[in-house]
């Protein structure tokens, strides 16, 4: 059973940015698709971006394209999430989580991951 703790969250201005971790333990996350997701409040939970198990293929929701990047250091068992020209919509709860086997659908979907962490604030201020 693998356990993910995200770090990195906090308050910044419209413009700036940050680097969200999220770091595994209990099993190997370098055969696992990882994703990244937020919730808002009063919103539901939508993804943000993916990452391929050796992280040559990447994901990304359409309202974060080109600002936010995601990488992974395999032998740290870590996922990373660099968070730039962030703006107030970006706003949310962060987690991360760990792809199931035999996906539905879309790679951004939670229902296509079955490990989660307990998130990490963001918030960006105007």
């Known amino acids: 059973q693998v356990q993910l703790v995200e770090s990195g969250g906090g308050s910044v201005q419209a413009g700036g940015s940050l680097r969200l971790s999220c770091a595994a333990s209990g099993d190997t996350i370098s055969t696992k698709w990882m994703g990244w997701f937020r919730q808002a409040p009063g919103k539901e939970r939508e993804g943000v971006a993916v990452?391929?198990?050796?992280?040559?293929?990447?994901y990304y929701v359409d309202s974060v394209k080109g600002r936010f990047t995601s990488s992974r250091d395999n032998a740290k068992n870590t996922v990373y999430l660099q968070l730039n020209s962030l703006k107030p919509e970006d706003t949310a709860m962060y987690y991360c989580?760990?792809?199931?086997?035999?996906?539905?659908?879309?790679?951004?979907?939670?229902?296509?991951?079955?490990?989660w962490g307990q998130g990490t604030q963001v918030t960006v201020s105007s």
């Open positions: 990452i391929s198990p050796r992280g040559g293929s990447t």
């Open positions: 989580a760990a792809g199931r086997s035999g996906w539905v659908g879309s790679a951004l979907s939670t229902r296509n991951y079955d490990y």
